[in-house]
T-cell receptor
Framework: DTGVSQNPRHKITKRGQNVTFRCDPI?????LYWYRQTLGQGPEFLTY????????KSRLLSDRFSAERPKGSFSTLEIQRTEQGDSAMYLC????????????FGSGTRLTVV | DAKTTQPTSMDCAEGRAANLPCNHS???????VYWYRQIHSQGPQYIIH???NNETNEMASLIITEDRKSSTLILPHATLRDTAVYYC??????????FGAGTRLFVKA
């Protein structure tokens, strides 16, 4: 296993377009997390899944954002009608349920909305 | 989850020990202390965690005070590649991780 994989690494889109990011977690990890990070700030929690169930969503996750993990493996994060304020690094992490160990993060997808 | 307080930034000379403090005075009995670091343009990397006892691994040492209200992450021989933002987090095992602003460590030659 090569860790948590995120694609694409970079995405430039025009305002109003829809974008979708993919995260492939470590295969045996049943928890998957999405975070957003803007310049100079720490990562902000967006949502997390346990297997295919979305267990928690942050208030940061507006109606334009949707995340899925259809078979409890990879996950997608879609942003509809992008706005310039959506420009950020989107990070995915995975872990085992109830683990006391830390998460494994991917390298992130950097979104730029022009 | 309890909140943590970290200095905004710190400097360290290459080859010397880097000691990064963290205050978590409201930590509860079942909360662990975690440290992550984030090198520019990469995702955070888990470093180490502890509950009560001091911990050491190949990356760092974690010293937790007896009252558990503060801790120190020690990088014994800092290198230029250790320049990063270091996050101290407390949480109960199995709950989501909430990041603060962290400490920017600059390792200088």
């Amino acid at each position: 296993d090569t860790g948590v994989s995120q694609n694409p690494r970079h995405k430039i889109t025009k305002r109003g377009q829809n974008v979708t990011f993919r995260c492939d977690p470590i295969s045996e990890h049943n928890r998957l997390y999405w975070y957003r990070q803007t310049l100079g700030q720490g990562p902000e929690f967006l949502t997390y899944f346990q297997n295919e169930a979305q267990l928690e969503k942050s208030r940061l996750l507006s109606d334009r954002f949707s995340a899925e993990r259809p078979k409890g493996s990879f996950s997608t994060l879609e942003i509809q009608r992008t706005e310039q304020g959506d420009s950020a690094m989107y990070l995915c992490a995975s872990s085992l349920e109830r683990t006391v160990f830390g998460y494994t993060f991917g390298s992130g997808t950097r979104l730029t909305v022009v | 989850d309890a909140k943590t307080t970290q200095p905004t930034s710190m400097d360290c000379a290459e080859g010397r020990a880097a000691n990064l403090p963290c205050n978590h005075s409201t930590i509860s009995g079942n909360e662990y202390v975690y440290w992550y670091r984030q090198i520019h343009s990469q995702g955070p990397q888990y470093i180490i965690h502890g509950l009560k006892n001091n911990e050491t691994n190949e990356m760092a040492s974690l010293i937790i005070t007896e009252d558990r209200k503060s801790s120190t992450l020690i990088l014994p021989h800092a290198t230029l590649r250790d320049t990063a933002v270091y996050y101290c987090i407390v949480r109960t095992g199995g709950f989501k991780t909430i990041f603060g602003a962290g400490t920017r460590l600059f390792v200088k030659a």
